[in-house]
């Protein structure tokens, strides 16, 4: 079994499971930030490794639009429509192929569903490049709904660390498998501190944070401290069949 830090177990029967996808279930984050990298290159901007780090894994980086508005100010006509099917289609056409599934994650999905637990995806990034990457990665059928960036941008929602991602997740989930499940009843899978504090705020059930380098917990403390950390996922199923988690 790999490396795992328990805080505590759960106190509640889990009914559902929502999932980060980028760095959970795909190795896609790094990948992200190439698309980046060519959107805004067209615009004289070269992102570094650094950029992308403040401006989409920190909790007041903005993301697309905090770089907007730091470097842009409005030039361009840049605007939301434009760059959203401007980033899905970098990522689509040039960069898909270089995803690759996390270790583990086809098989967590498999064992959760074999225990009778609907799933759903949070994520920030986009519909399109979501959905095609799950599909190339033949986990889209088993967790085939969830809330995405066009979701919370059509809604007038706040995207992670704000809480509305994952109460959502649990909204869509309900509706897609016709069950009454909240973010309470629910375990919720990340890889940030962003969306730790994101789960904590809508009050997931029974939170676990994926670290491969378990130097970095001292990052997720106080509001962002999960209930479980685990080295991958495949230790998160080890764990199941050992303490009956979920």
């Given at each position: 079994?790999?490396?795992?830090?328990?805080?505590?177990?759960?106190?509640?029967?889990?009914?559902?499971?929502?999932?980060?996808?980028?760095?959970?279930?795909?190795?896609?984050?790094?990948?992200?930030?190439?698309?980046?990298?060519i959107?805004?290159r067209?615009?004289?901007?070269?992102?570094?490794?650094?950029?992308?780090?403040?401006?989409?894994?920190?909790?007041?980086?903005?993301?697309?639009?905090?770089?907007?508005?730091?470097?842009?100010?409005?030039?361009?006509?840049?605007?939301?429509?434009?760059?959203?099917?401007?980033?899905?289609?970098?990522?689509?056409?040039?960069?898909?192929?270089?995803?690759?599934?996390?270790?583990?994650?086809?098989?967590?999905?498999?064992?959760?569903?074999?225990?009778?637990?609907?799933?759903?995806?949070?994520?920030?990034?986009?519909?399109?490049?979501?959905?095609?990457?799950?599909?190339?990665?033949?986990?889209?059928?088993?967790?085939?709904?969830?809330?995405d960036?066009?979701?919370?941008?059509?809604?007038?929602?706040?995207?992670?660390?704000?809480?509305?991602?994952w109460?959502?997740?649990?909204?869509?989930?309900?509706e897609?498998?016709?069950?009454?499940?909240?973010?309470?009843?629910?375990?919720?899978?990340?890889?940030?501190?962003?969306?730790?504090?994101?789960m904590?705020?809508?009050?997931?059930?029974?939170?676990?944070?994926?670290?491969?380098?378990?130097?970095?917990?001292?990052?997720?403390?106080?509001?962002?401290?999960?209930?479980?950390?685990?080295?991958?996922l495949?230790?998160?199923?080890?764990?199941d069949k050992?303490?009956?988690?979920?």
């Amino acid at each position: 079994m790999g490396r795992y830090e328990l805080i505590r177990l759960p106190d509640i029967k889990i009914k559902a499971g929502l999932f980060d996808v980028d760095d959970v279930l795909a190795m896609s984050e790094s990948i992200h930030a190439q698309e980046a990298v060519i959107f805004f290159r067209k615009y004289g901007l070269d992102l570094t490794e650094e950029d992308h780090q403040h401006y989409y894994m920190t909790e007041h980086g903005g993301g697309t639009f905090g770089i907007l508005h730091d470097y842009f100010a409005g030039r361009h006509g840049l605007c939301r429509q434009l760059i959203n099917q401007s980033k899905d289609r970098i990522f689509v056409e040039q960069l898909i192929h270089l995803a690759e599934e996390n270790q583990g994650a086809s098989g967590l999905l498999d064992h959760m569903s074999s225990k009778g637990l609907p799933l759903a995806y949070v994520t920030s990034n986009y519909r399109m490049s979501t959905v095609r990457m799950l599909e190339s990665l033949g986990m889209h059928r088993m967790i085939p709904v969830g809330v995405d960036h066009e979701y919370i941008l059509d809604r007038g929602l706040k995207k992670k660390p704000h809480a509305d991602p994952w109460i959502q997740g649990a909204k869509v989930l309900s509706e897609h498998y016709d069950i009454n499940v909240r973010a309470g009843d629910c375990i919720g899978i990340e890889d940030t501190d962003k969306g730790a504090l994101s789960m904590k705020r809508a009050g997931v059930g029974y939170r676990v944070v994926l670290l491969p380098d378990f130097d970095d917990m001292a990052r997720f403390s106080g509001e962002a401290q999960p209930d479980l950390f685990v080295e991958t996922l495949d230790t998160l199923i080890e764990l199941d069949k050992e303490l009956n988690l979920f």
